[in-house]
């Protein structure tokens, strides 16, 4: 794909953001050059902290940092984060509820190229499981960038799972934006498709897809995981009796439980997960193919729509 | 550099057996802590709470302010005894240590307790964080010193060393760790369970500056803190070497006293021991 990659798009906001606010530090665990933090460090190398492999102890040091009073931005591998240094995020920032925002790149499968070791397909349910986080998953490059300001200025823990690819872009530079909040993208009667990340972008083709085959399909994109837009996810789940959620992560413990768990709850509605199927990633050549690969393709989106409508009915 | 007069020496040594005393009272009240690292590290919290440290209890989030960082959180009887003792609360909450609404949480909790600086109880993360904070200070200008206590267990930690390595890059001279080095941990002793030695070596080839005191020795201490502040171009490491349950002989260098409370005999035992009149 073509478009801006979504770290491109981080890397320049980071540094805009900086700019404005002298309070931000930014720190790498041997990076920079992949998360684009480089764009800050590059500008401002008194306010960055390269702090090699080792992210346990990037986190412990921006987690002092903020404790100092600085607005750390924290940049690692998602699949690090979410697994080497997690008790560093659990205990240290989330339980002392210190102000440190983790950008957790490369996320889903990505990194194409490298394998199952550096996809991080169960960082949404790490992440989401502990308290105190707010969890946020752009769905492109636009919206990367404006979320950088937006969890800058909010005190407390926020980790922002960013991919190193691009994605079909949804997000428009002057749209209103707020964390907590889904954004309906596309309106429908018959279903609803409610999607994070990279796959906002191909759950809308594949609403335009449906519509050709006399589906009426809305598309809700929900870039913060937690805290949860429930309203939101009731009000479409009743307003079109079916759900198929898309994610660029295992289907357990994501975006799907976590549009299950609130409608099991409040709203019993039929609902179908796309997302990785309890397995492990391979390389590919491309982040296309691999996603297609492993059940993230558009085909596999109106399948499930399909299904859902079965039981719909 | 002035030394400590006999009468300072004097006072912190009582302020240390007061501190292990009332830690001792704590876990007995609470039938749960950990007695042993808590004798142990005596006199290294009391002279940096009763003499070094830049703090104020009436304000304890002053921005200026040394922090401690107890890297070794298990000890927190101990933390919590001396910032009692220093004001930061009334002594009588130290009776409430453990209970599901008392501020005194098991472990440090910086959130819930005036004058804890951060939250521990997870080992190995001390260094790390007070590099940050030592960081934060060059950022903004400030001159406080950040002091971290970690236990000589801990020290078996991947993560310490990663913290060292990060304060010898970043030059923090405004770090200073004390390990409380008892020799003992829950499991038995730490040359049996994973050997560290030899720890100076080690903190010497990580480029710190290291000094090794007797760890109750409250004039040796102290010297060894001023030399810490005088050091300008790398961390500052002091290797305390202490007795683990320190002043009771049957909790001396024996690993079950590492997290078992005394009973009310072995109390009483205890405390007679330590010179306190009941």
């Known amino acids: ?313 | 550099m002035e030394n400590l007069t006999e009468a300072e020496i004097k006072k912190l040594n009582e302020i240390s057996r007061e501190l292990r005393c009332t830690s001792l009272r704590m876990i007995h009240k609470r039938q749960a802590g950990h007695p042993g690292g808590s004798l142990s590290a005596a006199e290294i919290v009391a002279i940096l709470y009763f003499k070094i440290m830049n703090i104020d209890p009436h304000n304890p989030n002053w921005e200026e302010r040394d922090r401690f960082l107890l890297s070794k959180g298990h000890a927190s009887a101990l933390l919590y005894a001396a910032l009692a003792k220093r004001g930061y609360f009334p002594e009588s909450d130290l009776e409430h240590w453990g209970e599901l609404d008392c501020h005194l949480q098991g472990h440090p909790d910086r959130l819930k307790t005036p004058g804890v600086d951060m939250n521990s109880g997870i080992l190995g993360h001390g260094i790390s964080i007070g590099a940050g904070i030592a960081l934060a200070a060059g950022q903004k200008g400030m001159n406080y010193h950040v002091y971290t206590l970690l236990g000589d267990g801990e020290c078996q930690a991947g993560l310490v060393w990663e913290g060292a390595n990060t304060a010898a890059k970043f030059h923090l001279s405004n770090l200073t760790t004390i390990v409380d080095h008892n020799g003992v941990q829950l499991d038995g002793f730490v040359q049996e369970v994973m050997p560290i030695e030899p720890l100076a070596e080690k903190w010497k080839a990580f480029g710190w500056h290291v000094i090794e005191v007797n760890g109750h020795d409250i004039a040796q201490l102290y010297k060894a803190l001023m030399e810490a502040k005088q050091i300008k171009d790398k961390p500052t490491i002091i290797l305390a070497c202490t007795i683990k349950g320190k002043g009771v002989s049957f909790m001396e260098n024996k690993a079950y006293w590492h997290g078992v409370a005394p009973n009310d005999e072995q109390l009483a035992q205890a405390l007679n021991e330590l010179g306190e009149e009941i």
């Open chain 1, 1 to 313: 794909m073509a478009e801006r990659s979504m770290r491109e798009a981080y890397g320049e906001a980071l540094l805009a953001y900086g700019e404005k606010n002298e309070r931000v530090v930014v720190l790498d665990a041997d990076t920079s050059s992949s998360t684009l933090s480089k764009k800050f460090a590059d500008k401002y190398p008194q306010r960055f902290y390269n702090i090699g492999i080792a992210e346990p102890c990037m986190v412990d040091v921006a987690v002092g940092l903020a404790l100092g009073g600085l607005v750390p931005f924290a940049n690692a591998f998602s699949a690090l984060l979410a697994l080497r240094a997690i008790e560093a995020i659990r205990s240290n920032i989330c339980y002392a509820r210190t102000n440190v925002k983790i950008v957790a790149n490369y996320a889903g499968v990505s990194d194409y190229k490298d394998g199952p070791t550096h996809h991080s397909i169960t960082d949404i349910a790490i992440f989401r499981a502990l308290p105190e986080m707010t969890l946020i998953v752009p769905a492109d490059a636009n919206q990367a960038a404006a979320f950088v300001p937006l969890i800058g200025e909010m005190d407390g823990p926020v980790t922002m799972r960013i991919s190193r690819a691009g994605t079909i872009p949804v997000h428009k530079e002057d749209e209103s934006l707020k964390v907590g909040k889904g954004i309906e993208r596309r309106n429908g009667t018959d279903v609803t498709i409610i999607a994070c990340g990279s796959m906002v972008g191909r759950s809308m083709r594949t609403a335009e897809l449906l519509a050709e085959k006399g589906i009426d399909a809305g598309v809700v994109d929900l870039p913060t995981i937690k805290p949860l837009d429930a309203d939101l996810i009731c009000k479409v789940a009743a307003r079109t009796g079916a759900v198929v959620t898309a994610e660029e992560h295992s289907i357990i413990g994501g975006l799907g439980s976590a549009v299950a768990e609130v409608l099991g709850e409040k709203q019993p509605t039929p609902m179908q997960r796309v997302g990785i199927t309890d397995t492990f990633t391979r390389t590919a050549l491309d982040p296309d193919s691999l996603m297609d690969a492993y059940g993230l393709s558009i085909d596999r989106i109106v399948k499930s729509v399909e299904d859902v409508l079965k039981e719909k009915e």
